[in-house]
């Protein structure tokens, strides 16, 4: 009888650290954390050194050489930002609608759309449409773009974040929705031969009120972590770049708009033909005391191994699993390991002990100690005091 060999060979197989973090983020972390830093390398509460600067893409700015403008964009405000291995470019584009506000308060407008109702209805409204936010606050509509060597539809990562930037925007109260109307002109010829600009009461024949619609087109190249908060920087910076072009209505459409016997009935707002100045433009004015800078920050759950190991009367080495947890917040989070922290806190602060907002995530991990989010705002405090001087 033939005996058979059933035995087991066992090979090791040994995964280099980028390997094994992504098999096994929190295993990788964990490891890290024990010897008292990140994968990489950084401390605890050490945030990345961040380069922040304007594109200089934008038509206003001018050719160090040749002194021109660049009259082949649409760009009217650009920034770009690097930390560590990712970099940002964001753009700054607009365009030119009706007032929404004007149009829907115009008495005759509402007659033709049948939609008169109550003073008590309108209250209802505008609670509703938070008609004094929107009112009194302007917003950017942003779309963010994460190179991935693929082209395809924005992903839903890339769609949250605009939305998260667009709701950031708004609520922070950045942008003053009067710094957005449009002063209209009228461009015209004087008696001596000079082209000048008439505007205000000067220009009786424009009743409609106009305001600049801001889009901002964010690319994220080389991501090495979570991405508002450099989407944020950016678009900030962006904005503070932003410069809005002078408008103006033609003398010939003025005429063609004044003969007739009723002066501006029933004149349809695509029939105005609006013309941007290539040349002359305003400053975007922000509330300076709104500026804000985003700090993310990871909260992992750590037991150290020290407390969990106890040795016995014989010697022997045993893990004690009632050993107690303690939270650890990460700063400026960083690689796929970090990026795996569900539970998070996000500020914006101006550095000044305001905050535009704090988002708290609790992921799958337990509740977040009261403790732990003051130390995190401590730090966005912080953060944004060190940032904000160099936007």
């Keep these: ?76 405000g650009s920034s ?20 929404d506000f004007e149009a829907v308060n115009d008495y005759r407008m509402r007659l033709d759309a049948d939609i008169i109702v109550g003073d008590e ?62 002063n209209v002109g009228l461009k015209s010829v004087d008696e001596n031969g000079q082209e000048v600009t008439l505007r205000g009461d000067d220009v009786g024949m424009i009743q409609k009120n106009f305001s600049f619609v801001i889009y901002a087109r964010i690319q994220v190249f080389g991501r090495t972590g979570p991405l508002f908060d450099q989407c944020y920087a950016s678009l900030v910076k962006a904005l503070m770049d932003t410069k809005l072009p002078d408008v103006y209505l033609n003398e010939r459409e003025s005429t063609l708009r004044t003969r007739s016997g009723k002066q ?64 650890v917040v990460l700063t400026d989070l960083e690689g796929e390991a970090e990026d795996n922290i569900s539970k998070r806190v996000c500020a914006l602060s101006n550095g000044e002990g305001r905050f535009a907002s704090v988002t708290i995530e609790r992921g799958e991990g337990s509740r977040i100690t009261a403790e732990t989010i003051r130390e995190a705002l401590r730090l966005s405090q912080v953060r944004a005091q060190d940032m904000i001087g160099k936007l």
């Excluded at 917003?139 to 539809?153: L, Q, R």
């Excluded at 930037?165 to 957005?180: M, Q, T, W």
């Design 1 to 76: 009888m033939v005996e058979v060999d059933e035995s087991v060979h066992l090979k090791s197989v040994i995964f280099s650290p980028s390997e094994l973090a992504l098999i096994a983020p929190d295993i990788t972390l964990s490891k890290y954390l024990e010897a008292g830093y990140r994968p990489s390398l950084r401390r605890f509460n050490e945030f990345r050194p961040v380069a922040i600067s304007t594109a200089g893409i934008s038509r206003y700015d001018k050719n160090a050489e040749t002194g021109q403008l660049n009259e082949l964009t649409t760009v009217i």
């Design 80 to 99: 770009s930002v690097k930390c560590g291995g990712t970099s940002t470019i964001c753009t700054i584009s607009a365009g030119i609608v009706e007032d």
């Design 121 to 182: 209805k309108e209250e209802e409204v505008e609670n509703v449409l938070g008609g004094d936010l929107i009112n009194e606050n302007g917003s950017v509509y942003p779309v963010v773009e994460i190179a991935k060597g693929v082209s395809g539809p924005p992903g839903e990562e890339e769609i949250g974040l605009g939305e998260k930037l667009y709701e950031s925007i708004l609520h922070s109260g950045l942008i003053d929705r009067k710094a957005l109307r449009v």
């Design 264 to 327: 501006n009935a029933n004149i349809n707002v695509q029939s105005y033909d609006l013309v941007c100045d290539p040349i002359q433009y305003k400053e975007l004015v922000l509330r300076s005391d709104r500026i804000c800078w985003s700090s993310t920050f990871g909260i992992i759950d750590h037991t150290p191994v020290s407390a969990m190991a106890t040795s016995g009367n014989d010697g022997d080495v045993s893990m004690d699993c009632g050993a107690s947890k303690r939270e």
